[in-house]
């Protein structure tokens, strides 16, 4: 193996609701074999969002990326997938700005995805959710536990 393989996922208990609470969860693979499985809150006073716990999935697997070598990011987020393969350069090249001249959701993520990816070669793809995909689904399940306020490295 000489690339990262990763699977982001995000979950929110009650989202969109204002007792909503959300995690991040991701499983990486380094060039070497070894796998890292991570999980957290999204941090009080933050959006607890489905949509902003997705992106620090990929913002948390993507700092932990240190070597020089490719990197595929698998997400059932179809937005994330199609922002990294089309619209994320767009967004920076408008100022931060998407067709509707309104900033992405979530813009500081967003910007520090963009910053963590100077440098690397990512690939992301879209993957099924709960179609028995080890990664997608174990990415997932720590999702939750970090949505439920754990915070897991191992």
């Not at 609470?21 to 991701?26: I, L, Q, V």
């Not at 957290?40 to 700092?63: D, I, K």
């Not at 910053?115 to 174990?138: F, M, Y």
């Amino acid at each position: 193996m000489n690339a990262y393989t990763i699977y982001t996922d995000g979950a929110c208990h009650n989202n969109g609701k204002p007792n909503a609470r959300a995690g991040w969860g991701a499983v990486l693979t380094n060039p070497q074999g070894d796998t890292l499985e991570i999980a957290g809150p999204v941090p009080e006073g933050q959006p607890q969002t489905n949509g902003r716990a997705e992106l620090m999935a990929v913002v948390e697997a993507l700092e932990r990326c240190t070597q020089a070598a490719p990197i595929t990011l698998n997400t059932d987020s179809e937005y994330i997938a199609k922002a990294f393969q089309s619209w994320l350069a767009s967004w920076k090249a408008k100022g931060w700005r998407k067709a509707d001249k309104k900033p992405p959701e979530h813009l500081d993520l967003w910007q520090r995805i963009d910053h963590l990816l100077q440098g690397k070669e990512v690939t992301a793809c879209w993957v099924k959710a709960h179609s028995g995909i080890p990664g997608n689904e174990r990415a997932d399940a720590l999702a939750t536990l970090g949505a439920g306020g754990k915070v897991v490295r191992k």
